[in-house]
């Protein structure tokens, strides 16, 4: 996953991917967009479908969902992914702690939730509140 992110850069996408959102969760919310865009391009694409929210045990975290037709097996792409943009954008290591997996146990998607290695960067994550 890292290494497709540098790809991309590398392919003269940095401008259209820093500018997906002010906070990793507003530019992990952003990618289905950005998907509906490709897949005019590449009409035969699988894209994934990916949604964000809040964790209400975690401040300052995120719920990150991921759904694909070939179910979890690119899961390890998605979190190389997410760590590399949120270092290369915003400046923050994360932790991604994976919470279900597709297929498994009935979940219909697999899910991470994510946080900030160092507690100071977590807004960077999202804009919500933090209290201390």
Same mark, same amino acid.
């Given at each position: 996953?890292?290494?497709?992110?540098?790809?991309?850069?590398?392919?003269?996408?940095?401008?259209? @991917?820093?500018?997906?959102?002010?906070?990793?969760?507003?530019?992990?919310?952003?990618?289905? =967009?950005?998907?509906?865009? @490709?897949?005019?391009? @590449?009409? =035969?694409?699988?894209?994934? #479908?990916?949604?964000?929210?809040?964790?209400? /045990?975690? $401040?300052?975290?995120?719920? @990150?969902?991921?759904?694909? #037709?070939?179910? =979890?097996?690119?899961?390890? /792409?998605?979190?190389?992914?997410?760590?590399? #943009? =949120?270092?290369?954008?915003?400046? /923050?290591? #994360?932790?991604? $702690?994976?919470?279900?997996?597709?297929?498994?146990?009935?979940?219909?998607?697999?899910?991470?939730?994510?946080?900030?290695? $160092?507690?100071?960067?977590?807004?960077?994550?999202?804009?919500?509140?933090?209290?201390?």
């Amino acid at each position: 996953g890292e290494f497709f992110l540098q790809y991309t850069i590398d392919k003269g996408y940095d401008n259209l @991917l820093r500018c997906q959102g002010s906070t990793l969760r507003l530019w992990l919310s952003n990618l289905n =967009a950005l998907h509906d865009h @490709l897949q005019s391009s @590449l009409p =035969a694409g699988n894209f994934p #479908v990916f949604w964000c929210e809040n964790c209400e /045990v975690f $401040d300052g975290a995120i719920i @990150l969902h991921y759904y694909s #037709v070939r179910g =979890a097996l690119l899961g390890g /792409v998605v979190v190389g992914i997410v760590k590399e #943009v =949120a270092k290369t954008y915003f400046d /923050v290591e #994360v932790q991604m $702690d994976k919470l279900a997996v597709q297929g498994e146990n009935g979940s219909e998607c697999t899910t991470w939730r994510i946080t900030a290695k $160092d507690p100071t960067k977590r807004h960077k994550l999202t804009m919500e509140t933090i209290s201390d």
